[in-house]
């Protein structure tokens, strides 16, 4: 479905490239819900705010192709991008007030876009907005329906731009942090709403977040990031049971117990994801890893027998 192919993104700040991510490769199949983790500033949002082309200004891809059901979305004209935008790519922004315009009712919003992208008549628009609007979670629909975004709480907030998201059926979903700010009931009613879509409709997930416990519910695979670039790749079940890359056993065992922390958030490894690491050469998790003593630090890409990849020269001698 989506295939990311060493992405590079840079930032320009006048003449000044600095580069954020680097050698981003990996896949999201049909029907498929992949979980993209790491630590905070590894590139994660900016990874997926390329796919559509919703990078800040300031910001360009440098390198590297996106291939959406085989075509670049990268050499599209903006006219082109436009049209695959909500109706084939759908995003959740962790940034809420990025995706709702202030300036119309959230009824106004919605029923323009499924009016825009799906051919609904005014009536048939609003009906099934009202009926998303339900999926997920709020009561009084047709209060939402007449107000404008800074009028919800935040809460309210994300949930209509995950119904508004939702609302034309894209055939891929990226969703940044979807339900950081609900409570966990929401955020399960929201979580199985979103299943049941893929499964309805075969709509593939590129989820983003930092709950272990969402990647273990969720997704079917895992792509791990550190410092602009993707680190290991495997199957949830495999990766939770034996993670291959230091940086992914560091994630996991910052956890004690998933079932009794009650934060559920991944991460407290010793150090911090190093502020500018364009320059850095090879292993970029070297200076913070526990094995690093043992370690080339080369930090090429190695194949397991599993079949698993994995960037760490020591998990590739270990096999
Ligand atoms: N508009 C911008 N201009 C300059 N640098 C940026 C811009 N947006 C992001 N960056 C930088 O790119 C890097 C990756 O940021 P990104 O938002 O993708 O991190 P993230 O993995 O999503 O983190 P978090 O988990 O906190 O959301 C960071 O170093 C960030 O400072
Ligand atoms: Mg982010």
Same mark, same amino acid.
């Given at each position: 479905?989506?295939?990311?192919?060493?992405? &590079?993104?840079?930032?320009?700040? %006048? *003449?000044?490239?600095?580069?954020?991510?680097?050698?981003?490769?990996?896949?999201?199949?049909?029907?498929?819900?992949?979980?993209?983790? $790491?630590?905070?500033?590894?590139? *994660?949002?900016?990874?997926? =705010?390329?796919?559509?082309?919703?990078? +800040?200004?300031?910001?360009?891809?440098? $390198?590297?192709?996106?291939?959406?059901?085989?075509?670049?979305?990268?050499?599209?004209?903006?006219?082109?991008?436009?049209?695959?935008?909500?109706?084939? !790519?759908?995003?959740?922004?962790?940034?809420?007030?990025?995706?709702?315009?202030?300036?119309?009712?959230? %009824?106004?919003?919605?029923?323009? $876009?499924?009016?825009?992208?799906?051919?609904?008549?005014?009536?048939?628009?609003?009906?099934?907005?009202?009926?998303? =609007?339900?999926?997920?979670?709020?009561?009084?629909?047709?209060?939402?329906? *007449?107000?404008?975004?800074?009028?919800?709480?935040?809460?309210?907030?994300?949930?209509?731009? !995950?119904?508004?998201?939702?609302?034309? *059926?894209?055939?891929?979903?990226?969703?940044? &942090?979807?339900?950081?700010?609900?409570?966990?009931?929401?955020?399960?009613?929201?979580?199985?709403?979103?299943?049941?879509?893929?499964?309805? /409709?075969?709509?593939?997930?590129?989820?983003?977040?930092?709950?272990?416990?969402?990647?273990?519910?969720? +997704?079917?695979?895992?792509?791990?990031? /550190?410092? %602009?670039?993707?680190?290991?790749?495997?199957?949830?079940?495999?990766?939770?049971?034996?993670?291959?890359?230091?940086?992914?056993?560091?994630?996991?065992?910052?956890?004690?117990?998933?079932?009794?922390?009650?934060?559920?958030? =991944? /991460?407290?490894?010793?150090?911090?994801?190093?502020?500018?690491?364009?320059?850095?050469?090879?292993?970029?998790?070297?200076?913070?890893?526990?094995?690093?003593?043992?370690?080339?630090?080369?930090?090429?890409?190695?194949?397991?027998?599993?079949?698993?990849?994995?960037?760490?020269?020591?998990? $590739?001698? &270990?096999?």
């Amino acid at each position: 479905m989506l295939e990311i192919k060493n992405l &590079e993104i840079s930032f320009f700040d %006048g *003449k000044k490239q600095i580069r954020r991510t680097d050698s981003v490769s990996f896949e999201v199949r049909e029907g498929e819900i992949l979980a993209l983790v $790491g630590e905070s500033g590894c590139g *994660k949002s900016i990874t997926a =705010l390329s796919i559509p082309g919703l990078l +800040a200004r300031n910001g360009r891809v440098t $390198g590297g192709e996106i291939l959406y059901r085989g075509r670049d979305l990268l050499k599209l004209s903006e006219k082109e991008l436009d049209a695959v935008r909500g109706r084939e !790519i759908a995003m959740i922004f962790q940034d809420i007030m990025y995706s709702l315009n202030p300036v119309f009712t959230i %009824g106004n919003q919605m029923i323009e $876009g499924m009016r825009k992208h799906l051919g609904y008549s005014k009536a048939q628009a609003r009906e099934e907005a009202i009926r998303l =609007l339900e999926r997920v979670g709020i009561r009084e629909s047709e209060r939402v329906m *007449k107000s404008y975004p800074h009028m919800l709480s935040g809460g309210m907030r994300q949930r209509v731009m !995950i119904a508004m998201a939702l609302s034309c *059926k894209p055939r891929m979903l990226i969703a940044d &942090e979807p339900t950081t700010a609900l409570d966990v009931t929401i955020q399960l009613q929201i979580m199985q709403l979103l299943r049941s879509l893929r499964d309805e /409709y075969g709509m593939s997930i590129l989820l983003i977040t930092h709950d272990i416990a969402l990647v273990t519910e969720m +997704a079917d695979r895992v792509v791990v990031m /550190y410092a %602009g670039q993707c680190v290991e790749q495997a199957d949830t079940e495999r990766l939770l049971k034996a993670p291959a890359h230091p940086y992914t056993r560091a994630l996991l065992a910052a956890i004690p117990d998933i079932k009794h922390d009650k934060s559920r958030r =991944l /991460y407290s490894i010793r150090g911090a994801v190093p502020e500018n690491y364009q320059d850095m050469t090879g292993c970029r998790f070297a200076p913070r890893c526990e094995l690093a003593d043992s370690c080339t630090k080369c930090g090429g890409w190695h194949t397991l027998p599993d079949g698993r990849r994995v960037r760490c020269d020591l998990a $590739g001698q &270990e096999g």
